[in-house]
């Protein structure tokens, strides 16, 4: 009798493991950037580990950094190649919203597409949006994620592990031939003047 109650244990367990979704990520892409001063940088928000009949059906989240090195300038939501995942059936019905504040900026979007088309269609990992900004100081600064609600296709919550970047705005030194153009211009009228120098010399 044990090793039958121990059988359908097991049996329960391996069935409970393979219907318990993957861990899912959101982070920042890439996690680690330098720029240099004065340059526009991107910065896109990407989940992972979707699929197995798990999909995203809403996200609220914010991203924060650093406004004496990073000014934020617009969104754009969706994947570049896969297009919104949260608007599969192309009815603009998933009205995204980004919401900028001091140090971050609020993204929202929930989908309106039925659950199978989300459950068996959506990609298991995409670009949920994609953030410009301008570059303001020089320094270091973290870009952070806040995961203020998730929902799965049938708005039930689906937990996820967020995972930061990091943006290094560096001052750009000033390409070789540029320098040697301007040494140039200072040593040519110093050569100019030479043979009176060395005359009164």
């Known amino acids: 009798m044990q090793k039958v109650l121990l059988s359908l244990a097991s049996l329960y367990l391996l069935a409970f493991a393979a219907a318990t979704p993957a861990s899912v990520i959101v982070s920042i892409v890439p996690d680690t950037q330098t720029i240099g ?67 971050t900026v609020n993204l929202i979007e929930t989908s309106l597409d039925p659950t199978n088309l989300l459950t068996s269609q959506q990609a298991p990992d995409f670009i949920l949006a994609t953030l410009f900004f301008s570059s303001l100081g020089l320094g270091n600064t973290p870009v952070t994620l806040t995961l203020n609600s998730l929902a799965d296709a049938d708005g039930l919550a689906l937990s996820a592990t967020p995972q930061f970047g990091d943006v290094n705005v560096a001052a750009v030194p000033l390409p070789l031939s540029f320098l040697l153009m301007l040494s140039g211009l200072g040593v040519f009228p110093l050569a100019q003047k030479w043979p009176k120098i060395a005359r009164t010399a």
Do not use: C, H, K
């Not at 000014?71 to 009815?91: E, H, K, M, V, W």
């Open 37 to 103: 001063l004065g340059s526009p940088i991107e910065v896109a928000i990407r989940i992972a580990g979707l699929g197995n009949g798990t999909a995203l059906g809403a996200y609220d989240l914010n991203v924060s950094f650093d406004t004496a090195l990073l000014s934020f300038q617009s969104a754009q939501f969706g994947d570049p190649t896969l297009g919104d995942q949260l608007d599969l059936a192309n009815l603009g019905l998933s009205s995204p919203l980004a919401l900028p504040g001091t140090g």
